[in-house]
């Protein structure tokens, strides 16, 4: 049976934690979702797969044909698309024509929005009423970097309160779920004792609803990862290795045999 957003809060009330994973193909959200990933996220980050040094500069029709790929090889998992900068922020209207395009052209069940200031939540609010299900971050937001930089946020008691109202705010505005990248687990632990929809942590310690981290971070595909991010398997030095093999024996006449 497929995810949907009000699982998410249902599991939340039972205490279920829930797992997310980003993906950008076909074939690596397949995997995702067969393994039994509960929400797969299309995400900016892969910008970084794509080449680019930050997720500014992808757009949002990069966006949508990787979302179409990976739209085509999920059948259980949630899918969240990640709306690129400069694509929601202008106006309202800019928004819902963007979120709106995820939604129809990708098959997509939700999209992702970053920030939680006072034009943003009521940008999620009339997202919401236009029947798009909008997933909120709030804490560290990439698409700010040369703003806030990749520093941890909230580490004062000003900022702290700061983020949990933009996420309290957010759940106003009809968010279903948050992600907090970034913050002290002891302000994360606050926000998802504070809101009755789901919090998702990156970086954010142990006590959010689920976790999601990069997927090319997981298999050490990426050349380097953030500090709070998990190696379970180095498949760089996999490939590398399979493929050094591969070229050794076709200089040598090995293969094919």
């Not at 983020?163 to 687990?185: R, T």
């Amino acid at each position: 049976m497929a995810v949907t957003t009000r699982q998410l809060i249902e599991w939340k009330q039972k205490g279920r934690p829930i797992v997310a994973l980003t993906a950008w193909d076909y074939a690596i959200a397949q995997i995702l979702d067969t393994a039994g990933v509960d929400l797969i996220l299309v995400g900016d980050t892969m910008a970084v797969v794509l080449g680019y040094e930050t997720t500014l500069p992808i757009t949002l029709e990069e966006m949508l044909h990787h979302a179409k790929a990976v739209r085509r090889a999920v059948k259980r998992a949630l899918m969240v698309v990640d709306l690129p900068f400069l694509t929601y922020q202008e106006s309202q209207e800019q928004a819902i024509n963007s979120a709106g395009r995820v939604l129809k052209e990708t098959g997509a069940q939700a999209v992702k929005l970053e920030g939680g200031y006072p034009a943003m939540v009521e940008t999620v609010a009339r997202l919401v009423q236009a029947g798009i299900p909008v997933m909120g971050h709030v804490g560290l937001t990439p698409q700010s970097i040369h703003h806030t930089g990749l520093r941890q946020q909230g580490k004062t008691e000003e900022a702290g309160e700061r983020i949990l109202q933009e996420a309290i705010a957010l759940e106003q505005a009809g968010a279903f779920c948050i992600v907090l990248e970034h913050i002290p687990p002891e302000l994360a632990l606050h926000i998802t004792q504070k809101l009755s929809i789901p919090t998702i942590g990156i970086g954010a310690g142990p006590h959010c609803d689920g976790q999601v981290l990069v997927t090319s971070d997981v298999l050490a595909l990426s050349e380097k990862q953030p500090p709070f991010a998990k190696v379970y398997t180095n498949l760089r030095e996999t490939i590398t290795k399979a493929v050094q093999d591969y070229s050794t024996e076709v200089r040598e006449r090995k293969f094919p045999e």
